[in-house]
């Protein structure tokens, strides 16, 4: 466990848990149930954004991409921001 946590590993298997996850909200939202997709997917690439800059300087990758990844975060995380700031609670 220590390996995966330290390679890096462990955040590629959990962005690839959550890409499986967003297929299946994607598949009940198809069905008539379920969440909006718009109401999860930023949330969701926020946090996979986030992982994916921990595996790129696990893995050794230079800053650069990190720096994007952390940006492409922060952009996601502003979009739920905004499209959850005039909705009703």
Known sequence: MAYL???GGIAILIIL??????????WLRRSGRGVAVRAFLPNL????FLLLAWALSA???GWHL????LL?????HLTDLALRWNSPC
């Open 45 to 48: 690439l926020a946090g996979d």
């Open 59 to 61: 893995f050794g990758y």
């Open 66 to 69: 990190s720096a994007c990844a």
């Open 72 to 76: 492409a975060a922060l952009l996601s």
């Open 17 to 26: 848990l959550t890409f499986f996850e967003a297929a299946g909200l994607f």
């Open 5 to 7: 946590i330290g390679s």
